[in-house]
């Protein structure tokens, strides 16, 4: 009788291993990009979906949900994207998302401010040498219903005017009639455009409707070269959902597993209170791990989940409910 | 010297895996009519012809389920057509073995044929009325199927020779078990005839098997035996009965004890003593 | 089997700070008596047993040891009740009964909870979100069949089997009270009820709920105790039905003992449920199933997915991840809000597992273990997998009722249900594939009382749950569980 090995599974075994020997192939045409694709697995709805809500009966409490709280507000993207944003309005975004509780200087800044390209210069100017980032949205943004010569001088202009972050949206019609070719053809063109700049792609998952072209898109957006993959432009109806954070995230650990390369995720759209943030945390954490749970690989897009999480950490702090004039507006 | 010509007699076998062996024992028993006249030699099964029905009825099991609930149904009324083109034979034997007048005989065998087409019509009906949909909380869709036990093993009526073996052997067969009967002991030979007429109606090989013996020498075998998965013992005494439930546990076999009903409702309750429920969740999603 | 299998991202490193539920909600009272006839009773022999919290081998409560007398007054106070009251009452009125008693449990189901807890050793998250809110539902499905029996397929007017004495296992304590009182007694039998020796505690809140519900006197007896009370509810000849879920062994004894008294019998036992992973599974929700599977309650399941058959072009892969995600449960305090996995019930089945275990590892399997740490009083046991098992080594054949999994691998769909099937057992299998077909195909041919495709461990009221074979016969849930207590 032999005596089998007893391989426990030890703390060292638990870091984020990366092969570099199993880089991914270049995508060389459509037919591989398909098949690449096709091949994922596919996700079941049901569990997906009953995954989250497991995940939602986390209880974060205590110093957890202090620090969970902090790191939340370091991954704001705060955002305005309406026709009537103007200087003022982009001014005041700014100056939050530098300081955000004018009241104390512990709580860390926001991630980016996100505006559209006009408004990129001013941004950048009032926000100078802080380490907050100025996100553009380009590319047609929210429809993408223009020429790719045209969506690519959007990029052009916003990264002139001193983006540090370009957020593109992807043709879902072509998508979802099977042209991925082009998708991804146009996410190569922007990647090139952004230069220096980080490019986040936005699915609008809430278009592709399906779990599974969640899945795929993400991919597909992932092989094109982007840094970041982002749900949902915000101007939809149906924005980010849980489930659907749980699938990119698993997209993403899955595709650093086999490329060697991390890309971010950014769920926008709908995130209004710290307990949906900290739930996104919480998936975060246990789907794709801690190696995400920083500003540079998880982002929120949002405008009023800021003062949320700061009225949230202010009750962490002061043991009682805070009332809702405590934070400026913006 | 004399012309008269002597009938040609038929030696009464076991019904294994669709073939006629004696039994390996190579014993027989006599048996009388009801006036105690001598009937026939009958083979007398013995434990191991026992196992050679349980392998056969094990490995006909699958492909007998497998067969559509229609083709099923097709395959148990042929029998009721056998049966009825060789109705004068059964009866002779049925009157012989019950001491049945031959009107009265007759009538019993045209019930006999009845209560097989009567089975037959349930192969594609007991799905819908024993199984269905069942309304689960959540985004599933769920449904429950009667599916058979396995293998059955049939300890049939002592008294009613055709009828009481029809009842019983057929309601197990029809929901998709395979089946090893032990015939009434004292009245063999009308269920050996019901036998060699499923050979020759489409029964496959191993669907029923009969075994003719000693009712109490073969009864210890089924209860102990670990594959076979339920048994009737509508042919025991109530004593035996304990007795052979007992054992029956030792694998936790599915037992129907005797029951002096008769008619539909006893034959529902047969048709449902033999099948297991089986439920299936799929999740429903886009 | 190279280290690479144990590559994992760094997961669950978000430490949560522990989120205990308050234990002075379970307002549990120091001793408890036997309820019988309406009251809390006093045992004859006046012996208690103490009721330990796993989790800390701390006693939770004293509850008294019924013996034989005991039983004979419970199933005198349940006879009497039958035939003076409750044979008479109607279905409408019974329904109502069904329906108070559901909402009185969501009412205390905090509470419920709790005691669960303490007294099983399973998470608060399990005990608050499925096993109180589906032993409501179950009263509150089966309250509404106490009115259209005549409407069950079973003929008209069918009648209820008398007196029936129903005994219940430590894995689910409150839910499979539910599971036997609820179609017994919309059926209109009256009940004695004993709940296993380690877990009586929520059976006997159940008997205040059933107080608090003005359930007439002796419909419902509970009688707490070991092996003594079962065995002599079980011979006991004023008891017309005997509903028992526990392990095969002793189902097979009880059969046994019902056969002289030709008692209605129905037995749920034990299992080696087969999850089976097909290669275009949807991986990720596939982990869950597989880990739901084994590790809900500690794998003290009897459906448990105890055996992982998983086709073995996907067999690196799956174990990969599966081996990953095992390190990243949260072994520890069942009061935890955030636990995974809670304390074995008992320091017997603790040596059990671990007996079945150290047999895995001898004869050869690959073990993995969560590197967990575990609470240093209590009964616990690492999250555990088997790879390179085979069908002959006794942890792919005798069920283990821990949380340890056995990895077994298969070709084609044939030799999976062949697999699968290869087991003396037939309560519960998986199947994971995206392909429909297929998955119908396997699920024709696995013999098994419940199929749970793309999911697992998954329980309503309305659906029949109970085994083929060794793992026993009759179901509970929906219209088939009427069939159990009525005399058709």
Redesign the interface.
């Known amino acids: 009788m032999s005596t089998a090995p007893l391989r426990l599974v030890t703390p060292e075994d638990r870091g984020v291993i990366i092969s570099d020997s199993n880089q991914l192939a270049r995508i060389e045409s459509e037919a591989q990009l398909s098949a690449i694709l096709i091949a994922l697995s596919g996700v079941?709805?049901?569990?997906a979906?009953a995954r989250v809500a497991k995940l939602a009966t986390r209880s974060i409490k205590k110093s957890t949900k202090s620090a969970a709280l902090n790191l939340a507000i370091s991954m704001v993207d705060l955002t305005t994207l309406e026709g009537a944003d103007t200087f003022g309005r982009v001014t005041s975004l700014c100056t939050k998302a530098m300081r955000p509780d004018a009241n104390d200087d512990s709580v860390p800044p926001v991630a980016a401010v996100c505006v559209y390209p006009d408004l990129v210069g001013h941004a950048r100017s009032v926000l100078g040498d802080s380490p907050v980032k100025v996100a553009a949205v380009a590319t047609a943004f929210p429809s993408g219903r223009a020429s790719m010569r045209v969506k690519l001088l959007d990029v052009a202009d916003a990264v002139d005017a001193g983006a540090d972050e370009i957020d593109m949206v992807i043709d879902r019609g072509a998508f979802l009639s099977g042209r991925l070719g082009q998708v991804f053809d146009e996410i190569v063109a922007v990647k090139e455009a952004c230069g220096s700049a980080h490019l986040k792609v936005i699915l609008e998952t809430g278009e592709l409707?399906?779990?599974d072209n969640v899945r795929r898109a993400s991919w597909l957006a992932m092989l094109g070269g982007a840094d970041f993959i982002k749900t949902s432009t915000g101007k939809l109806p149906v924005a980010a959902t849980t489930p659907v954070a749980l699938v990119m995230l698993e997209a993403v650990r899955d595709f650093a597993e086999s490329s060697g390369r991390l890309v971010g995720v950014k769920v926008a759209g709908g995130i209004r209170t710290a307990k949906d943030a900290i739930r996104y945390l919480v998936i975060v954490n246990e789907t794709a791990g801690s190696t995400w749970l920083t500003p540079d690989l998880f982002r929120f897009g949002a405008s009023s989940l800021l003062n949320d999480l700061l009225r949230q950490r202010l009750k962490q702090q002061r043991g009682a409910y805070v009332r809702s004039d405590e934070f400026s507006g913006d | 010297m004399s012309d008269a010509r002597q009938d040609v007699r038929k030696t009464y076998k076991l019904l294994i895996n669709g073939a006629f062996p004696r039994s390996e024992s190579g014993r027989s028993y006599e048996v009388l009519s009801s006036k105690g006249e001598f009937l026939a030699n009958v083979a007398q099964g013995s434990r191991k012809d026992l196992r050679d029905a349980v392998t056969a009825a094990r490995a006909a099991q699958?492909k007998w389920w497998g067969a559509t609930a229609y083709n099923r149904g097709q395959v148990i009324y042929r029998l009721a057509e056998m049966a009825e083109s060789r109705r004068a034979e059964l009866a002779e034997h049925v009157g012989l073995a019950e001491g049945l007048k031959d009107a009265a005989a007759k009538s019993c065998v045209s019930r006999s044929i009845d209560r097989i087409v009567w089975y037959a019509g349930w192969a594609d009906k007991i799905t819908q009325?024993?199984g269905?949909a069942?309304?689960?909380?959540?985004?599933?869709f769920?449904f429950?199927l009667p599916t058979p036990?396995?293998v059955v093993a049939v300890v049939a009526p002592q008294e009613s020779s055709l009828e009481g073996f029809v009842d019983t052997v057929l309601a197990p067969i029809v929901v998709g078990n395979t089946v090893l009967a032990i015939p009434s002991e004292i009245r063999p030979t009308p269920a050996v005839l019901l036998g060699e007429m499923s050979a020759t109606s489409d029964f496959p090989a191993g669907l029923l098997n009969i075994i003719t013996g000693y009712t109490g020498e073969l009864t210890p075998t089924l209860a102990t035996h670990e594959d076979i998965?339920g048994i009737d013992l509508e042919g025991v005494s109530n004593d035996e009965a304990?007795?052979l439930?007992?054992l029956?546990?030792?694998?936790?076999k599915?037992v129907l004890?005797p029951d002096e009903h008769r008619g539909d409702?006893a034959s529902l309750?047969r048709l449902?003593a033999f099948v297991?429920?089986?439920?299936?969740?799929?999740?429903?999603?886009? | 089997m190279t280290d690479k299998s144990l590559e994992s991202s760094t997961l669950g490193s978000l430490q949560y700070d522990p989120a205990p539920e308050l234990a002075a909600i379970a307002r549990l009272r120091p001793s408890y008596g036997l309820f019988i006839d309406g009251r809390f009773t006093d045992p004859s022999t006046h012996e208690q047993f103490a009721s330990l919290n796993p989790a800390t081998e701390e006693t939770l409560a004293m509850v008294s040891s019924a013996n034989a007398a005991d039983v004979d007054r419970a199933v005198a106070a349940a006879r009497k009740a039958y035939d003076t009251v409750w044979s008479k009452t109607t279905g409408a009125e019974r329904a109502k009964y069904l329906f108070r008693i559901a909402r009185l449990i969501l009412e205390r189901s905090r509470e419920l909870a709790v005691v669960e807890t303490l007294d099983n050793g399973k998470p608060i998250r399990e005990s608050r979100d499925i096993d109180i809110p589906l032993a409501a539902?179950h009263f509150f499905y089966y309250a509404g069949w106490a009115d259209k029996l005549d409407h069950a397929?079973f003929?008209v007017s069918p009648q209820p089997i008398g007196v029936a004495g129903q005994i219940i296992p430590w894995n689910f304590p409150l839910l499979m009270a539910a599971w036997k009182l609820a179609p017994a007694l919309a059926a209109g039998n009256t009940c004695v009820l004993k709940p296993a020796e380690t877990t009586p505690l929520t059976a006997l809140v159940l008997a205040e709920i059933l107080q608090q519900a003005e359930l007439p006197d002796g419909v419902v007896n509970i009688l707490t105790g070991d092996g003594v009370a079962g065995a002599a509810l079980v011979d006991h000849p004023g008891v017309n039905k005997i509903a028992f879920t526990g392990s095969?062994e002793v189902?097979?004894?009880i059969?046994?003992r019902t056969?002289?008294s030709?008692k209605r019998l129905t037995?749920e036992?034990g299992g080696k449920g087969a999850n089976i992973v097909f290669d275009d599974a949807p991986i990720d929700e596939m982990i869950e199933g597989i880990i739901d599977g084994i590790f809900f309650n500690q794998g003290h399941v009897c459906c448990a997915g105890s055996r992982l058959l998983v086709q073995e072009s996907v067999a690196d892969e799956v174990l990969r991840r599966l081996v990953r995600r095992v390190e990243q449960l949260r072994v520890g305090d069942p009061m935890d809000k955030n636990t995974d996995v809670g304390a074995i019930n008992s320091a017997a089945q603790l040596a059990r597992i671990k007996e079945l275990t150290d047999y895995g590892m001898s004869e050869g399997a690959t073990r993995y273990t969560s590197s967990c740490v575990l609470p240093d009083k209590g009964y616990w046991f690492a999250p555990t997998v088997f790879a390179d098992v085979t069908q002959s080594h006794r942890i792919a054949r005798e069920e283990i009722f821990g949380p340890v999994l056995s990895v077994l691998t298969f070709r084609t769909p044939e030799e999976a249900v062949a697999k699968a099937n290869n087991t003396?057992y037939?309560l519960a299998c998986g199947v994971w594939s995206e392909k429909?077909s297929r998955?119908?195909w396997v699920?024709q041919?696995?013999?098994?009382?419940?199929?749970?495709?793309?999911?697992y461990n998954?329980f309503?009221p309305?659906?029949?749950?109970?085994g083929?074979?060794?793992?026993?016969?009759g179901?509970e849930g929906?219209?088939?569980g009427l069939?159990a207590y009525l005399n058709?």
Request: net charge positive; proline share 4%; hydrophobic share 35%.
């Open positions: 079941d709805a049901v569990g979906e409707v399906t779990y | 699958p009325v024993l269905g069942n309304p689960v909380a959540g985004p599933f769920n429950s036990s396995g998965d304990i007795e439930s007992a029956a546990a030792g694998s936790i599915r004890r409702a309750r449902r297991e429920t089986s439920t299936v969740w799929h999740t429903v999603g886009q | 539902a397929g003929g095969t189902g097979r004894l059969q046994q056969a002289a030709n037995l036992l003396n037939g429909g998955t119908l699920a041919r696995l013999r098994a009382g419940v199929i749970w495709a793309n999911t998954r309503d309305s659906s029949p749950f109970g083929m074979r060794e793992s026993g016969f179901r929906g219209r088939h069939e058709v």
